[in-house]
C-alpha cells in the first residue's frame, strides 16, 4: 500500500490562488517587476509573466485591463515599497544629523539592493515619465519623501548645524543621484576602470562616501566654497 502524496494538484493550487487575490496580484507584479525592468514596456510579454506566475493571461487581465495598467501598477508598487520603507526610519525621533544620516545610507543601501527599481525608473524615464504622471499615488508617496526630508532640514537649520538657503528637492535630489549612479552605471563604470565596484568592501566605502558628502554639504560649519 502506497503512502498518500503530499503533493498539491495543479487545480488545487489554481483554487487556493483564486481564493487569495492579494496573493495573486502580488505574485504577478513581484513578476511583472523582473520582466519590465529587464525588457521594458515594449519588450515584456503578457504571456512569459503569465508564465512565470502559473497565472492565466485572462486572470492577469482580469486584475490589471492590459499591459500599459500592470507597467502602471508595478511603478506604483515599487515606489510604494521604497516610500514605506523610508517611514519605518523613524526620522523624527532622531537629532537632525543623525536623521539625515540615516535617510542617505538607507537610500544607497536600498538602491543597490533594488537594481530592478532603478532599471524601471530608467525606463520611465525613456517613456518621459508619461505614466509616471498618470498616478497619483506616485505623485503623493514622492510628496511625503520632500515632507520628510523639509522636516529634518528645518529642524537642522533651527538647531544651527545645517546652514540655510538649501531646497529640500535639491537635497533629495543630490542624494538619490550618488544612489543611483551607483547602481545604474555599476557595469560600464567597473569595466571601463576594472574596478571591481561592486564588491563588498568598495560598496561600504562608497556608502560611507556618499554619507560624508552629503552631510559636508548641508553643515552650518563646512568650509567656505572659493568662486
Known sequence: ?????????????????KNNPESV??????VATHE????????????????????????????????????????EAA???????????ALDHLAPLEALCRLVRFTFCHHAKNPDFIRLVMIE???????????ELIQSLNAGVIDVLTNVYVRG??????????????LHWLISALSFFNVSNLHTFSRIFDWQQAAPENQQKLEDHVTEMV???VRADRPALTS
Open 1 to 17: 500500500m502506497t503512502a498518500p502524496s503530499n503533493k498539491v494538484s495543479p487545480p488545487a493550487v489554481r483554487r487556493r490562488r
Open 25 to 30: 496580484r502580488a505574485d504577478i507584479l513581484a
Open 36 to 75: 519590465f525592468s529587464e525588457k521594458g514596456l515594449s519588450g515584456a510579454r503578457i504571456d512569459e509573466i503569465a508564465e512565470k506566475t502559473r497565472a492565466s493571461k485572462r486572470m492577469i487581465y482580469y486584475y490589471f485591463k492590459d499591459k500599459e495598467t500592470l507597467y502602471l501598477h508595478t511603478l
Open 79 to 89: 515606489y510604494q515599497k521604497v516610500r514605506l520603507q523610508e517611514a519605518e526610519l
Open 125 to 135: 524615464n525613456i517613456h518621459h515619465g508619461r505614466f509616471l504622471a498618470q498616478s
Open 157 to 170: 537649520v533651527e538647531e544651527g548645524c545645517f546652514r540655510e538657503g538649501l531646497d529640500p528637492r535639491e
Open 215 to 217: 552631510l559636508r554639504y
